[in-house]
Every structure is written in C-alpha cells, then in structure tokens.
C-alpha cells in the first residue's frame, strides 16, 4: 500500500474513533482528542507504532461500547406528562400508571423511581427546598440554568406553594403564579432538565451518568426552544440521551457537536414472509430523504434572526473560535457589565439567533444590499445588470465582514456603505482574518507544519535532508531563528501584507532575492494551504493557552453588538 493509501486509511480510522457516539466524557477522551486532532491536520509519517497507537484508540472505543450497560440508572420520559395534576386523589400518578400498564409489566422496575412525567415535580421540589443545605443549593444552582437557557438571564424561581397542589413559578420582577399560567413549551422544558440536572451528582457530590429514554423533546416547543434543550443536556449533564423525534430542528445538531448521532428506523418486510416486519437502523447524518420523511419543505423553514457575511470558511472557522475565546475574555473580567454580556451572549444559538453566510471573496460583487425591489419591472431590471443577487430578499439583518484589501477598491467599498448602514459593514485593519490571531497560535501552527507533530512537540532540530533541502529553498535551517518573539514583532495588524508573506519574510535567508522563493505563502501573500493551516489552527485554539488580539476584540464586539441588536 503506497504512503497516500496508508494516510487515507489512518484518517479514516482517526474520524471512526472520533465519531463514535458512545466515547466517553473524561480526561482519557480529551487526550486522545488533542492527539488524533493534530495527527488529522499533517502528513507525517505513519509508522506501525502509530498505527498501533489509532487501533489501541478504536479497541477501547469498541470495548467500552461493548460493555457499557444502563442496569438501574434508565429513565423513562413518555409522551403523556405535565407538571399539572390531573386527578384531585393523592399520591394518584395517573400519567406513570398508565405508561406502567402499557408498556412496563415489571412494576418493580420501572415506577416512580424512573419513569419521568412531571407529576411528582411539586413535591421534589419540596423535599428539596425543605432538605438539607445542599439539596436547597442544588435548586438554586438549577433555577440559574433554566434562567440562562430558557428565561433571557431573568431571574427565576419554583416555588411549591403550600396551598397548593401545583408548583409556583417566579420570573424577574413579576409577580408568582401558578406554573398552569406559563407556556406549555416551557413547562414541557422544566420537566426534560429537572430530573436530568438533579440527577448529576449523587448525595455526596460525585457525578453520575444515567440513561435517559425520552419520547418526542420537541412536545410544544418551538425550535430555538428545541436547541436550546439539546445545549442543556449537552454542556450541563453528563448522561446519554436517546430522544425518539420527528423534529428537523434538531438534524444540524450532529454538525455542532460530536457527540450527537442520527439514526432513522425503517419497517421493512421480513424476508421470505413479507407479512412479518423488521425495523432497520440506518446512520443518516446528511440524509436529504430523511428531511423528505419528515415532510420538510424550503417553504416551512424559518431563517436565523441576523446574518453575518464572512469571506469563506476558514474566516466562519476562525470566528467561531474568536467568540468563545471573546466570551471567555468578558466572563473572566472584573468588570460586571463584561460579565453579564458574557451571560448573554452564551446565550446565542447558531443558525437561530444568526447565522454564517460565506460570499467567497470576489463574489461578493454579485451581491446587492439594497432593500427588495417592490414592483416587477424593477426586478427584472436588476436581473439583467451586472449583479443580479438581492442580499435583502433572503436574509434582512446583515453585517458584512470584509478583509482589509478591500480599502484599495473604493468603488466596492463606496457601495457596502451606500446600501447598508455603517454599522453593518466592518471592514478588517488588516489584509485578512488569520492576521488577527494570536502569535503563539501562528508560531506553534507553523512549527507543525515545518516540524510534524512529534518534532514540534519536542521542538527538535531538522533532520540533515531537510535542512538541505530548505537551505537550496532559500529558507532558514536554523530553527532558533524561527522564534516567536520574531514572528511577534513582523506581524503587523495594521496593514495589507499577508500571514503566509510575513512568515516567510521570517525564516528567509535572504529578502533581497527576485523574486522572493516561497514556503508557506502564495503569489498573494496569504496563506498557501489556507484550510489545512486553520484545521491546526482550531485544534491549537481548542487546547492551548492563547490570548486576543485588540482586532480579534474589536471583530467580535462587533458581531456580538449585531447579534444584541437583531435579536432584542
């Protein structure tokens, strides 16, 4: 098997492991993660040792889905619930019975204990408000989640009232009221993260991991609701969800986190009895048919709230790290308003509250800004010009993200701030976004690049063939030359030259030849391998220690103050 072959296999290998739905949440994962992230990003060599070392990765991942059982800890969220007693009979759970009598012969197993409905919320509720120390603070500790995710950071809190047989609810400044007189969406929310939150920890603090069996989660929610339930459970539990759903809310989910998998069950006819029925298991990550089982159609979906035009994917790649490292910066602050718009800009859901458009460059000139045309003629005009693409009659609320090259054009420049408001157009200081990264994550990125993985790890020195092979290049074989502080002090953030232009000027012999010999920039100055360099760059950003530049602030604050001001 030749070297391309082997690399493709290994990747392919890497991706099984790290897709595997059932890798478990713990330091052995975070590690193997950072490993398999940067070996996915270089072509080094894949020696037996470190094939070996993949398959050690994929046996353990196959071992501990082999092993893994749910004995005792299953619960069991049926359709029929609702935090409002049905019946005037004490200790009567007729929701819990009837799910006992249809589907849970064993009544030992399956029972209050672990068949979740909301009926018994009330007097959870008090047992813990009435408990001990601990068990108060829990509820307080969940009071703020559910005002986080649910409640716009407004305060909240349950109350079971004494006199009555329904749970309380109180929001901000509002007066309490019976929890019958909130939204059914979020009551439907209340009773899928109560149980799951209170069930994180055991009574002396240690974490728990349960099973969660949960019929239709989208029962009365609308989709940013549904989304934000699926953030819930995924930044504040530590339990494995199986949800049954016919909700097209929740299919992009597998694109925003790696531990979401989709599966479709298909009745087909045994074969050679056709009156006898089998259900298929399908992986149906992408499935366009299943979107059409659904019964989904372009017209029934709504769009994100604001939009943000970025130049292509590595810009969208970037950003997205940017912004969690901005909220970070903020939360980390002493200052309390950085604070509290950390709290809310946690808050913002992708592809609800905004999402990414990428005009890919030069494109962009087919674009027009100006609002829809409002009468036929009009339309057909501006079809036939040199645009032809209305920005405005898909998506409203726009910011415009540009590189800094575009303040040489002024013509295009001219029209951005003609049809949109200034506030809705941020053209970058500098050439492009990677030149607002931090110099410790270009510097590290490069050294794997130049080094490999192993090599740029233990920063040890090139191998004889490649530094001759640099040296006839007309680049450094000295790697002490290829410092940091170097690179820190030649980037310029303020300007139009290129990160690729600008490492190269670097760790080039001599800058006087014509023309310049290039490694890692292109005819531009940017950089070559523009997406490979931002896969190491996202993988360094996950798990090193970096900090923001004041153009990678000022970006973020704008996109952040658009996000704000579109979704007031």
Request: one cysteine or more; proline letters at 4%.
């Amino acid at each position: 098997m030749n070297s391309r072959d082997n690399y493709d296999s290994v990747l392919r290998l890497i991706n099984s492991v790290i897709l595997s739905p059932l890798f478990p949440k713990n330091k052995y994962k975070e590690n193997y993660i950072n490993v398999i992230g940067q070996l996915a990003t270089v072509k080094i060599d894949y020696s037996e040792e470190l094939s070996s070392k993949v398959i050690e990765i994929q046996n353990f991942v196959n071992d501990y889905e082999t092993n893994i059982e749910f004995e005792n800890i299953k619960f069991y969220i049926p359709i029929l619930r609702g935090m409002r007693p049905v019946t005037e009979q004490e200790n009567k759970q007729p929701y819990i019975e009837r799910a006992q009598k249809d589907y849970f012969p064993e009544k030992s197993k399956f029972g209050t204990h672990n068949i979740i409905t909301g009926e018994c919320l009330y007097y959870e509720l008090k047992t813990h408000l009435l408990g001990e120390p601990e068990q108060r603070d829990l509820i307080k500790s969940y009071e703020e989640k559910l005002s986080q995710y649910f409640f716009d950071n407004e305060p909240v809190s349950l109350i079971p009232k004494h006199d009555q047989d329904v749970v309380n609810i109180k929001i901000g400044s509002e007066r309490q009221f019976p929890i019958s007189q909130l939204g059914d969406g979020l009551q439907q929310a209340i009773i899928l993260t109560y149980e799951a939150y209170i069930k994180n920890v055991d009574k002396n603090g240690n974490k728990q991991t349960h099973a969660f069996f949960i019929e239709e989660p989208e029962l009365n929610m609308h989709a940013g609701m549904v989304r934000q339930l699926m953030n819930f459970y995924l930044n504040e539990t530590n339990h494995y969800y199986f949800f049954t759903t016919h909700s097209n809310y929740l299919l992009d989910m597998v694109d925003e986190s790696d531990e979401v998998i989709i599966q479709k069950f298909v009745k087909q006819p045994k074969d050679g009895n056709p009156k006898e029925f089998d259900f298929k298991i399908y992986r149906c990550d992408k499935d366009h048919e299943l979107l059409s089982s659904l019964g989904v159609r372009p017209s029934s979906l709504y769009l994100a709230n604001c939009t943000i035009w970025v130049e292509g994917v590595t810009d969208r790649m970037y950003l997205s790290k940017l912004m969690q490292k901005y909220i970070q910066f903020l939360d980390n602050s002493s200052d309390p308003n950085n604070k509290e718009n950390a709290k809310k800009y946690k808050s913002f859901m992708p592809n609800f509250h905004y999402a990414f458009i990428e005009y890919a460059g030069g494109n962009i000139t087919h674009w027009s800004f100006l609002d829809d045309y409002s009468t036929k003629e009009e339309a057909l005009e501006f079809l036939e010009n040199s645009k032809g693409l209305t920005a405005k009659a898909i998506t409203k609320n726009i910011l415009l993200l540009a590189d800094g090259d575009n303040e040489g054009k002024a013509e295009r420049l001219q029209e951005w701030q003609d049809e949109l408001k200034d506030e809705n157009v941020h053209v970058l200081p500098c050439k492009e976004i990677e030149n607002t990264l931090s110099a410790s994550i270009i510097y590290k990125a490069c050294l794997i690049k130049f080094l490999g993985v192993k090599r740029a790890a233990a920063k040890i020195t090139l191998s004889p063939d490649t530094q001759n092979r640099l040296t006839q290049k007309g680049f450094t074989r000295d790697i002490s030359k290829f410092d940091i502080e170097k690179l820190s002090s030649s980037i310029n953030f303020i300007g139009h030259e290129g990160i690729g232009k600008i490492i190269d000027d670097t760790i080039r012999l001599d800058n006087s030849v014509t023309p310049p010999p290039r490694l890692f920039s292109d005819a531009s100055g940017t950089i070559d391998d523009k997406v490979s360099f931002c896969e190491i760059c996202k993988v360094l950003m996950t798990y090193e220690d970096w900090e923001l530049t004041e153009p990678a602030k000022s970006v973020c604050e704008k996109i952040f103050t658009h996000i704000t001001t579109c979704n007031n």
